[in-house]
């Protein structure tokens, strides 16, 4: 159960991380935002770095960060953009869709198959998020799922979900063909370097004060370090979509914050469907 741990660790900051980068979107644009969540979990990830040693790494392993570095720029500069134009409660739970998209890639790409109470679980979870939106349905049974189309930032999310079912395997195979902590840090370090370029043009177009958003950033980092590590440490112990199921529990936390620092509305259904997430996740977990 030491993988659960981590994957709930990762759910909530996960969270935590949204939830700053949407107070930070007041004032930044989202291409820096999005490169803060990488290049200010560097120095974090160095520290955890240190005593470690560098694993040996294979074509397997270049192949797949090849692969996977187009694929997560594309989802993180989606997903910030996703965060900012939405609520972050109604954006978020969107992300569980990621599980039922993992059904197929994981099959495909890892040859696992999920028992009859992980794919009840995913199902649950699948659910809840349906009833995340619960307050359409006076416009009929299907209004939740037609509001969809009507908010740019949850049409972008369920992109970033599928996204992220195969990132989450393609992940999982360079992290067994080098190290948990190793991998968490070099792909971070990779990707702060591709966003760099796409940071330094927007700042030169829109400027903004940097010393009122440094204490932002740094803890903007420092639970993106968190996140990354907690991320691969369960993802090596346990299967993709059992892991990836525990993690979308950071859509519960996304809701509270929603509620509680930004006031968004419908909270109470929200809060209704992420129960039915939980139920979800312990057919995942004990059943």
């Known amino acids: 159960m030491v993988w659960f741990l981590y994957a709930l660790l990762a759910a909530f900051c996960l969270s935590t991380t949204d ?101 009840t679980g995913i199902f649950l979870i699948t659910c809840g998020a349906y009833l995340l939106n619960l307050h359409h349905n006076k416009k009929g049974i299907l209004a939740p799922l037609r509001s969809i189309v009507k908010e740019k930032g949850s049409l972008m999310m369920i992109g970033v979900a599928f996204i992220y079912s195969v990132t989450s395997n393609l992940g999982k195979i360079a992290t067994l063909h080098s190290s948990p902590l190793f991998f968490g840090m070099f792909y971070t370090l990779v ?61 519960v936390f996304s809701v509270l914050y929603g509620g509680l620092i930004f006031h968004e509305k419908n909270i109470g259904e929200r809060l209704l469907g992420s129960l039915v997430m939980i139920m979800g996740v312990i057919f995942i977990t004990v059943l």
Not at 79 to 105: C, E, G, M, N, R
């Open 19 to 119: 939830a700053l980068c949407k107070k930070a979107l007041k004032e930044t644009d989202e291409r820096v935002v999005a490169w803060v969540r990488f290049g200010f979990a560097l120095p974090f990830l160095f520290l955890f770095m240190l005593p470690g040693d560098i694993p040996p790494l294979d074509r397997t392993f270049w192949k797949t960060l090849g692969m996977l570095v187009p694929l997560e720029v594309t989802a993180i500069l989606l997903y910030v953009k996703a965060i900012k134009l939405s609520p972050l409660s109604l954006t978020i739970p969107f992300l569980s869709l990621t599980p039922v998209f993992l059904i197929v890639t994981s099959f495909l790409m890892l040859g696992e198959v999920p028992d009859r109470s992980g794919l």
């Open 191 to 251: 990707l702060t370097m591709v966003l760099t370029p796409f940071a330094f043009f927007r700042v030169m177009k829109i400027p903004f004060n940097f010393k009122t958003q440094l204490k932002i950033f740094l803890l903007i980092g420092f639970f993106y370090a968190l996140m990354t590590i907690a991320h691969y440490q369960a993802i090596a112990r346990v299967e993709v979509v059992y892991m990836i199921s525990i993690k979308r529990m950071s859509l």
